[in-house]
């Protein structure tokens, strides 16, 4: 019976488990929304007004797919990750170049946002975690939880690498420490996998941007030169490839799950 109930909610919930190819995927997908802002505003020469209202259209069609889907599918789940990541880049430049707030004020804006989405989320469900989220208003504080941590990961970043005028190398190679001592806290110490969960996945949005800026960005200012589009297209490349394979092993799981958690079994 136990083992029923384990499998049904495996199948219902629908985010990814928490793994190593998890944390690479987003990771990435950090990066590639940081250079696929980049691309699509200076080489595609769209705007910075237009490329955000043309990004949330599209973040509004991926995410009614996400949306209507039963569990969790891989290529759905991640296109919404990557889709949020640049139109969290892009909300983020919006009010930094095109309304002129400060880095300073957006950080610390989008820290209170944040922070008031867990309190609502916690005061209706009672719970941050997201070993259980199901279709519905879970899943809805859920990624408006992921938004705000990637406009709030885009700003922090920003400002420790630009406005700091430490680099991009030295602000990646600073989250990447903050992420470490996230992981001495939680495999040390014992702190709850919950705010330690939390605690990371906003770092790394600022690692992830910083690394992007730090690969695209000219020697003049601090990166590798390595251009938005190259390093979108290598990026884009893993992260599909990635999918695939997380989508190919889901396919086996399910030939697994499926069976034990039918109701019509004897």
């Known amino acids: ?50 490329t955000t209202l043309i990004m949330g259209a599209l973040l509004i ?11 969790y599918e891989p290529w759905a789940y991640w296109l919404c990750v990557v889709q949020v990541s640049i139109f969290g880049t892009l909300v983020t430049d919006s009010l930094v170049d ?11 804006f989008f820290s209170i946002a944040l922070g008031l989405t867990f309190a609502l989320w916690y005061a209706c469900e009672r719970s941050l975690s997201i070993r259980h989220i199901y279709r519905g208003r879970r899943e809805y504080f859920y990624w408006l939880a992921i938004l705000m941590t990637f406009a709030l990961g885009t700003a922090a970043g920003d400002w420790v690498a630009e406005e700091m005028r430490l680099g991009y190398a030295v602000s990646a190679l600073l989250f990447l420490g903050a992420i470490g001592l996230v992981g001495v806290a ?21 690692f992830g941007a910083s690394c992007g800026d730090w690969l695209s960005q000219s ?5 590798l030169g390595l251009g938005v589009v190259n390093t ?17 092993r ?6 697994v ?6 109701p019509y079994r004897d």
């Open 98 to 108: 095109t309304y002129g707030m400060e880095l300073t004020t957006t950080t610390v």
């Open 61 to 71: 069609m991926v995410m009614v797919i996400q949306l209507r889907k039963i569990r």
């Open 186 to 206: 939680h495999y040390v110490f014992k702190l709850n996998v919950v705010p330690s969960f939390w605690m990371a996945y906003i770092l790394t949005r600022p």
């Open 1 to 50: 019976m136990m083992r029923d109930i384990q499998a049904t909610e495996t199948m219902m919930n629908k985010v990814p488990a928490v793994t190593l190819v998890f944390w690479l995927i987003k990771i990435l997908s950090t990066t590639a929304g940081e250079t696929g802002a980049d691309f699509l505003i200076f080489k595609l020469h769209v705007g910075l007004p237009v």
């Open 232 to 248: 979108s297209e290598v990026f884009a490349v893993i992260i599909v490839a990635l999918v695939a394979w997380l989508t190919w």
């Open 257 to 262: 799950v499926q069976p034990a958690a039918s």
């Open 219 to 223: 020697a003049n200012k601090g990166g």
């Open 250 to 255: 889901q396919h086996k799981i399910d030939r």
